[in-house]
């Protein structure tokens, strides 16, 4: 088998523009949705208490709304999760007292007015919790774009280094747009997705800028956009077959691993899908109009030489 | 040039028995046991506990699969969890047999089934999550300034009996926020008492205020001695909670420090949130104080207007009581509490053992008040109350106290129980809490497994049907990163939680990677005209760069969530991280291995099976019908 059949290198940088025109779009519909809407963030992030209950038959949710009126609950949302039978209670915070114990009264409340539910998983995060863990995860998201700037600019070039974390933190504002336009929920772990796709999707750029080195080195005599298309053009396959192996596994987690997994599993399909296209249609146009060309490293050639790969040494 | 020396098969071969050796308990699954271990230090389980917990199930003639003494406890493998319950009873009624002071914990706990030689070599099955296993997770925050501010209290309460000693005369001591103030009306008390104070008490950085008449010394604690009392109030802490947990009887409880004020606690298997809750909530600390009984004082506080420096209280017998705010003693100073009776009217007692320090205050403060009254407080979650108030008789030296007067056999227990669960060096909220029940720990891991296994499964299949033989030898690869990645995260004994089978899953995604880069440089190669060994050769040197590049940007990531990330987010952390490691052998040195041995002896090797090499120009050509 062999899915890519192509005979000459398809010219991506003569449609730079437009790439780069509908991911702005994109980009900026996100940040509409986050701005406007916000992410609806779980209750790691905001404190409260979340509660999930199962019951045998289905689940009577006016019923369970009701026995937490009467006890003088506010605020409270009931909603069904993952099928008719679990319910999942969340609740805001009170004073910190009062909070650590809702999980019993809450059960208290089913037990008297809506009997038959089975405890499944409380979580009940303090105030102050919930902000360190919205500090931390910006802090992680900050130290990951230094991180591989400064790896990709030692290894590379600054203007590698420079488009690839635009294409790439760009694949993450839509994440979090995707997040926010749906209200779906944001939770630790849906972060540790968009940190991990940020780390992957940095990859794509990472072998079509491999390549484009290796050309501008071998191959004399064509123009930056020439070189770019072919790096690309040579690369693609890989991409597409390398995504699409990782979207298999997360598919399969999208599909059998239940409530828990199921945005992370979904962060992870809009973080690859667009990652594909950011990392190559995104970042090499970035690289090209920042002004790379063979000089940097015919010159750079003996500052770079000890970590690329040796071209040619074992033919 | 496809050839490996033999010390490189060599290596891998270790390395993917050592991964098999190690991954193979987790196949076992885990057999039902009863767990019986010390509740308390004086009490060690030994051989002879051994012995009891065979005769005790020989005599309920309940049989079991096994009995094991390690450092823990004895344990005791029964065929399933009907037994098990028995076997429980059972050992309860023998080694406990006052409900009121255990002396064992007996608990049910699930022991690996994998035979001996496995655990002998600490071949273990996966540590599992709460969330996996079922539990309560609680993370407590320490009140540090107010350990402090009880720190500053008895030691302002040590400098008042110091200037007595050294008869040095001050117009007052008192603590004023987070410092102590001493008054004075000569300077040259002030120099003295200065000077005392330093040789005496070294946490104390001392300062000079005032002038005339109203001279004072201001004493602060010194940051060094603050962090010391800081780290002394959690480790305290943690103390008294692992002595309350031990009632509750759980097999495997964590309890550890995170961050510089908090505790984490864990206790697998236990479903009562709710007394777990009341018992690691009890905040008892016990406190000595002196009772007001000067005339009129009590009739003005019950008017609602208690002199200055007092507190009105009532006695378990209802009678009230004024009492003075300055602390004695607290429960800092307590090293043992034990129940028992007064040797003269045999009334229910407690018995206190007081450290040295303790003792002399107590001995002081006795002889200077002999004929007056002294209430003992239990302080609860902020509030007090006089357990009783006896007349002290004589002066009582030694440091051994005896707390009697209106009290049950059980009263005496509790209090005696409480005392010595240890008192709580500072207070506690529970600032997080998490309850898995079991049937979900059970769900998560048939999701966390399934999704693995078809992902797996898919991405195998495409892999052999898309590159052949080359595709077989990136799925064993795979398995063997698999292997490895398992075997790592049993033999490190790291927790694995539901995000940490999220990572195994994506990291097998990811890692295919390093395979399709490899793969795709072979058959560009191939398709550039050049020779299979030389393109075999080729497409590892070029690739490994790359593999190599793209593997530590996702190695920053992940290393940036392990620092930043708590809860779930470390979980996936730390299986994306050595995944990450794993990926990079396997995908590298073992496919090579497989594919030297495929390809690499073949001197005069035409073809490749590595898909359709389709050239441009031509009709598509299979590889294995190239000349």
């Not at chain 1, 404190?47 to 999930?52: A, N, P, S, W």
């Not at chain 1, 979904?266 to 690859?272: E, S």
């Amino acid at each position: 088998m062999e899915f890519f059949r192509i005979k000459n290198d398809i010219p991506f940088m003569r449609h730079a523009l437009k790439f780069n025109i509908i991911s702005l779009i994109t980009f900026l519909a996100s940040v509409f949705f986050l701005a406007t809407q916000g992410l609806h963030l779980s209750v790691e992030f905001t404190g409260g208490t979340l509660i999930e209950v199962n019951y045998a038959q289905s689940a009577d949710l006016e019923k369970v709304r009701g026995a937490l009126g009467k006890r003088g609950f506010s605020d409270y949302s009931v909603q069904n999760f993952g099928s008719s039978q679990d319910v999942l209670i969340r609740l805001p915070l009170k004073d910190v007292e009062g909070s650590a114990k809702q999980g019993e009264q809450v059960m208290e409340a089913l037990n008297a007015d809506a009997p038959g539910a089975s405890l499944r998983r409380v979580e009940f995060v303090g105030p102050q919790v919930g902000k360190e863990l919205a500090e931390n995860g910006a802090l992680a998201l900050l130290i990951v774009v230094i991180g591989i700037m400064v790896y990709l600019a030692s290894r590379f070039e600054w203007r590698f280094a420079l488009s690839a974390i635009i294409a790439n933190l760009h694949d993450v504002v839509i994440i979090l747009g995707f997040f926010a336009a749906f209200q779906w929920e944001f939770s630790l772990s849906v972060l540790a997705a968009v940190l991990a796709v940020l780390g992957y999707s940095v990859n794509e750029s990472v072998v079509v800028f491999d390549r484009v080195r290796e050309t501008f080195k071998k191959v004399r005599g064509l123009s930056t956009p020439q070189v770019l298309d072919h790096a690309i053009t040579s690369t693609i396959s890989r991409t597409i077959i390398t995504h699409g192996s990782t979207q298999i596994m997360v598919l399969s987690m999208l599909l059998f691993g239940g409530e828990t997994l199921y945005y992370f599993s979904l962060a992870l399909t809009i973080g690859i899908c667009f990652g594909i296209y950011s990392s190559v249609l995104v970042a090499s146009p970035l690289v090209m109009w920042l002004g790379v060309s063979r000089e940097q490293f015919i010159t750079q050639k003996k500052a770079v030489a000890e970590g690329t790969t040796d071209d040619g040494a074992c033919v | 040039m496809n050839r490996y020396p033999l010390w490189k098969y060599i290596t891998v071969a270790i390395a993917l028995v050592l991964g098999f050796i190690y991954t193979l308990p987790n196949f076992f699954g885990e057999s039902p046991a009863v767990q019986v271990s010390s509740a308390k230090v004086t009490l060690k389980v030994d051989a002879n506990t051994q012995a009891r917990v065979e005769d005790a199930l020989r005599a309920a003639s309940i049989a079991h699969d096994g009995i094991l003494l390690d450092s823990v406890g004895v344990k005791v493998r029964f065929k399933d969890t009907d037994t098990q319950l028995k076997a429980k009873d059972a050992l309860e009624r023998t080694f406990n047999p006052s409900r009121d002071d255990p002396q064992y914990v007996i608990a049910l706990n699930l022991l690996s089934a994998s035979p001996q030689w496995l655990t002998a070599m600490h071949a273990l099955p996966m540590y599992l999550g709460l969330d996996l296993r079922g539990g309560v997770h609680f993370l407590l925050q320490v009140d540090m300034k107010g350990a402090l501010t009880k720190r500053l209290d008895s030691t302002s309460a040590d400098l008042r009996t110091l200037l007595r000693d050294k008869k040095l005369r001050h117009a007052g001591i008192g603590r004023e926020g987070d410092r102590i103030v001493i008054k004075f009306r000569d300077a040259e008390t002030r120099n003295q008492a200065r000077i005392a104070m330093g040789d005496n008490v070294s946490e104390l950085a001392l300062l000079e205020q005032g002038e005339g008449e109203d001279l004072r010394l201001v004493a602060t604690l010194k940051p060094e001695a603050e962090k010391k009392i800081g780290e002394f109030a959690i480790k305290q802490n943690i103390n008294t909670l692992h002595n309350r947990i031990n009632e509750l009887g759980v097999a495997e409880p964590v309890i550890q420090q995170q961050g510089a004020d908090r505790i984490v606690v864990q206790l697998p298997g236990v479903q009562d949130t709710a007394k777990a809750k009341d018992i690691l909530g009890r905040t008892a600390t016990l406190e000595i104080r002196m009772v007001d009984d000067s005339p009129g004082a009590l009739d003005a506080g019950l008017a609602g207007n208690p002199p200055f420096g007092t507190e009105l209280y009532t006695e378990r017998g209802g009678s009230p009581l004024l009492v003075k705010k300055q602390v004695v003693l607290t429960g800092d100073r307590l090293t043992d509490a034990q129940p028992g009776f007064d040797s003269q009217t045999q009334e229910a007692a407690v018995h206190l053992t007081l450290d040295s320090a303790g003792a002399r205050i107590f001995k002081d403060v006795t002889r200077d008040n002999v004929g007056k009254r002294m209430a003992i407080l239990l302080i609860e979650k902020g509030k007090g109350e006089v357990v009783t108030a006896p007349v002290i008789r004589t002066e009582i030296g030694g440091g051994r106290v005896q707390i009697s007067g209106r009290m049950t056999t059980t009263e005496a227990n509790d209090v005696a129980l409480l005392l010595r669960a240890g008192s709580l060096a500072a207070p506690m909220d529970i600032v997080e809490e998490r309850t898995i029940g079991p049937s979900l720990g059970a769900e998560n891991i048939e999701r966390g497994f399934k999704s693995t296994m078809w992902g797996f499964v898919a991405i195998g299949v495409f892999m052999i049907l898309y590159y052949q033989v080359f595709g077989v030898i990136s799925t064993l690869a795979l398995a063997a990163n698999l292997l490895l990645l398992v075997a790592l995260l049993s033999l490190l004994q790291a927790t694995l939680t539901l995000p940490g089978i999220a990572a195994i899953a994506l990291t097998l995604g990811m890692a295919i990677d390093a395979n399709v880069l490899i793969n795709e440089r072979v058959r560009e190669e191939l398709r550039n005209g050049m020779p299979p060994q030389a393109a075999i050769s080729e497409g590892y040197e070029r690739a490994f760069g790359t593999i190599l590049d793209s593997n530590i940007t996702t190695l920053i990531a992940g290393l940036a969530l392990l620092i930043f990330g708590s809860g779930p987010v470390r979980g996936f952390a730390v299986v994306h991280c050595l995944g990450i490691m794993t990926s990079i052998f396997s995908a590298v040195v073992v496919s090579r291995a497989l594919v030297n041995l495929v390809y690499g002896r073949q001197k005069k090797l035409t073809k490749v099976a590595i898909g359709t090499v389709w050239k441009p120009g031509t009709a598509a050509v299979n590889t294995k019908e190239q000349g």
